[in-house]
């Protein structure tokens, strides 16, 4: 644990007493508090938009037709490596277009 007592005059030679205000302090905070709500917003955002879009693109790109007889309808339960393919290339996609937005911030 870090002692948050005002530093000692008398203990300057001890490497235990070293003052750690810069870790923490109150110069930064603006900053941290700006990253942090970034944060929030991607987390939000990702969370709200992935399955939206990504939901339809499975749908429209991985859906199975199963025929059983004489009708050939869409299989709901599963889908295929191809609309899976998709929806995690899309998602790398995204992964990059955050790296360079956030290479401006």
Do not use: R, W
């Given at each position: 644990a870090v002692d948050t007592l005002p530093k000692d005059s008398e203990s300057d030679d001890d490497p235990a007493s070293e003052d750690?205000?810069?870790?923490?302090?109150?110069?930064?905070?603006?900053?941290?508090?700006?990253?942090?709500g970034l944060w929030g917003v991607a987390a939000f955002l990702g969370s709200a938009l992935g399955p939206m879009i990504g939901g339809p693109l499975l749908y429209a790109f991985g859906?199975?037709?199963?025929?059983?007889?004489?009708?050939?309808?869409?299989?709901?339960e599963e889908y295929s490596i191809r609309g899976y393919a998709v929806l995690l290339s899309l998602?790398?996609?995204?992964?990059?277009?955050?790296a360079v937005s956030l290479r401006f911030i």
């Open positions: 750690f205000s810069s870790v923490g302090g109150e110069e930064d905070t603006d900053g941290n508090a700006q990253l942090l859906s199975i037709e199963v025929e059983d007889g004489t009708t050939t309808k869409i299989a709901a998602s790398a996609l995204y992964f990059m277009c955050s």
